[in-house]
């Protein structure tokens, strides 16, 4: 039993240095590369929006603050008057209400992935020539944004995931969940980037040319999944659209405030 038992030990420890390892290649690889400012007149952040989390307006905020030109539309419950009320506050701000559309949808559908329901609703809407879904709890580092400049180039059918971050957290579930998510998307996404194994996108997350998105009417074929970025990342790879595992991150806050919610979000992820 203890051979066992130290076998298992020595190929886990060995697993997660080759993790490390491939991960730090992959990540200098990409940081390496020449890249100049996106025009970002170029995308629209596509945001569903719902209440609960306190940061909300913070997070919307947030990502409006590091861009100048990037058009943004929000999908909002009817029902949810918290989020009508801090989308509405946030319009306020005549800064920002011109790059925002905002669109108040009926209650989703039993059996249909909410998040996809609301997204497959407004693909028409997008006039931009890429797209970026993003969690409303999500949080853009502008910085690496400029990371897209390298897949502009890229005349092939590709989507571009990015990589969730978590910082500045308080609470101790939220902590918890922090180092869940943070260990997972570096050691998990870039290792297999760099064995180019990456055969999922990260859903909080992710950039492709909106014309991939009408050509293939990718939503509507998977609103009836119920994980909704391994479902995108499937039937876009069964068109032989490829993924591209990007290095730029954004920050994701989750507020985790009791051992309850903690087990629900780890049932969510590993599920």
Known sequence: MTILFNTLLTLTIILLI?????????????????????????????????????????????????TTDMEFIWLVDK?????????????????????????????????????????????DKIKTEYTIILDDDSVIDRKRLDELSIYEKDKTEWIATGIPFNYNIRGFYSKLISAFINSNSIFSYFSLSFLKENKTIN?????LRTDILKKYSA????????????????????????????????????????????????????Y
């Open 18 to 66: 080759l993790k490390l390892i491939f991960s730090f290649i992959y990540f200098q690889k990409i940081n390496s590369l020449e890249k100049s400012k996106i025009d970002e007149s170029k995308y629209t952040i596509v945001q569903p929006i719902l209440s609960g989390d306190p940061r909300l307006e913070e997070d919307l905020t947030a990502n409006l603050k590091n």
């Open 219 to 270: 939503f509507e074929n998977i609103k009836y999944w119920l994980c909704d970025d391994l479902a995108l990342a499937t039937y876009l790879l069964s068109k032989d659209v490829k993924i591209i595992q990007s290095t730029i991150f954004c920050n994701v806050r989750n507020t985790v405030p009791s051992f309850k919610r903690y087990i629900l979000l780890m049932k969510r992820w590993l």
């Open 79 to 123: 029902s949810d008057k918290i989020a009508i009320q801090t989308a509405k506050k946030i319009l306020k701000n005549k800064n920002y209400s011109n790059r925002i559309e905002i669109y108040y949808l009926d209650d989703v559908p039993q059996e249909v992935n909410p998040k996809i329901f609301k997204l497959e609703q407004v693909v």
């Open 203 to 207: 859903g909080m997350f992710y950039i």
